[in-house]
C-alpha cells in the first residue's frame, strides 16, 4: 500500500519560534490518522503546509505523491481542506457556500451530491438560512460539506470539533468513520484523547516535535511504571499530599479522580496502591480509595510531555 501523506525531516519557525522541528511521518491510502496535541503544539502549521498554504524552511512533503512545493495546483485540486475555525462566508446561505465551493473547483453540487448526502441531508432542510445563523454543529456539516463536495482523495481535518456540543462531536466522528469506510484518507487534529481513540493511528505532537506515532490503544502499553487511580474528597488537597510522597514520579488531575505514578519501575501496583492509602490517611484525607490501572492515552501523553525538552516558544 502507497502512502497518502510523506512527511520527511520538516521544520518551520516564525521568528523565533520553531513551529516544527525536524518532524517526520507517513499515512497510509484509506487510513485514519490523527495529530494529537494542545494548542501551540504546531498542528495548523503543519497542515497549512500540507495544504500548499505554507512552505517549508527545511525537510520535504507530499500528498498523494505530489511535492507540496513544486506541485501545488495539482495538489489544491484533489485535496479536502477544513481549517480551524468556521472559515466559510457568513453572508452566504448553506446552499450558496456549497454552490461557491463546487464552482471554486470546477463541478457541481449535483455531481458531489452521492459524498456529501450523509451529512448534507441533515441541514438542507435550512439550505436558505445565511450560514452565520447555523448552529455549531451545523456549521461544523456545513464545513464538511464544502470540504467534501468536488469528491477529493484526501480530507485534511484541523480540530474539526473544537468548541462544538459532545453530541455533535459524536455524530461527527460517525460520519468520518463512513467516509474512512468508502476508502478516503483522512488526516484530522485534535485535543480530545476520546476522538483520538477512533483513528487507526495517531501522532502526539508538542512544541513542534513528534513524540509517538502508534495506535492510540497500543501507546499506553509501554507506561514503564506503576500507576495508580485515587479518588478523594478534597482533590486539590490529595494532589498536593501525593506529589510530597517520597516515591512520587507525578500526579495529574484526571476527571474526578487523580493519576499517581510511582518512580519506581519495580514495585508492585498493588503494594504502591496499598501505601498511597496509609500515607495519605496519615495525613487527615479520609476514604479515599487507590486502585491500580492500566495507562491510557492521556497518561502516556503526559509522561512524554514531561520528558520533551521545553519548546523554545509555542506556535499554531
Known amino acids: 500500500m ?60 507530499s500528498v498523494l505523491g505530489l511535492d507540496v512545493v513544486k506541485d501545488l495546483w495539482a495538489i489544491r485540486s484533489r485535496v479536502g481542506y477544513m481549517p480551524g475555525g468556521f472559515a466559510l462566508y457568513p453572508d452566504l446561505s448553506v446552499a450558496e457556500n456549497l454552490e461557491f465551493f463546487a464552482a471554486v473547483f470546477g463541478t457541481t453540487v449535483e455531481k458531489g451530491y452521492e459524498l456529501i448526502a450523509p451529512i448534507y441531508k441533515q441541514i438542507e432542510p435550512f439550505r436558505d438560512r445565511r450560514a452565520d445563523a447555523l448552529s455549531g454543529g451545523m456549521k461544523q456539516k456545513l464545513a464538511l460539506s464544502c470540504a467534501l463536495v468536488h469528491r477529493p482523495d ?99 488531575l484526571f476527571g474526578d479522580e487523580l493519576h499517581y505514578t510511582d518512580k519506581r519501575a519495580d514495585a508492585l501496583p498493588e503494594a504502591v496502591a496499598r501505601e498511597l492509602g496509609e500515607y495519605v490517611a496519615a495525613r487527615g484525607h479520609k476514604d479515599v480509595e487507590a486502585h491500580p490501572i492500566v495507562a491510557g492515552i492521556e497518561d502516556s501523553f503526559m509522561e512524554l510531555m514531561g520528558s520533551a525538552p521545553a519548546p523554545t516558544a509555542t506556535a499554531a
Not at 11 to 26: M, P, Y
Not at 161 to 189: H, M, N, P, Y
Not at 211 to 232: F, H, K, M, N
Open 2 to 61: 502507497s502512502n497518502a501523506v510523506d512527511v520527511r525531516s520538516l521544520s518551520k519557525s516564525f521568528g523565533s519560534v520553531k513551529a516544527l522541528d525536524d518532524i517526520s511521518f507517513d499515512v497510509a491510502e484509506g487510513e485514519l490518522f490523527g495529530l494529537v496535541g494542545p494548542d501551540g503544539a504546531g498542528k495548523t502549521t503543519l497542515f497549512r503546509i500540507l495544504t500548499t498554504l505554507l512552505i517549508p524552511d527545511t525537510g520535504s512533503a
Open 154 to 252: 484526501i480530507l485534511l481535518l484541523d480540530e474539526p470539533t473544537t468548541g462544538v456540543d459532545a453530541v455533535s462531536r459524536r455524530e461527527f466522528w460517525d460520519q468520518l468513520g463512513i467516509l474512512k469506510a468508502s476508502g478516503l484518507t483522512i488526516v484530522v487534529s485534535t485535543p480530545y484523547m476520546d476522538e483520538a481513540l477512533r483513528c487507526d493511528r495517531v501522532a502526539l505532537i508538542h512544541g513542534g516535535k513528534i513524540l509517538e506515532i502508534d495506535p492510540p490503544r497500543s501507546i499506553g502499553t509501554r507506561y514503564g511504571l506503576p500507576l495508580i487511580a485515587v479518588r478523594g474528597g478534597d482533590r486539590f488537597g490529595l494532589l498536593h499530599t501525593l506529589r510530597e510522597f517520597p516515591h512520587a514520579h507525578a500526579v495529574y
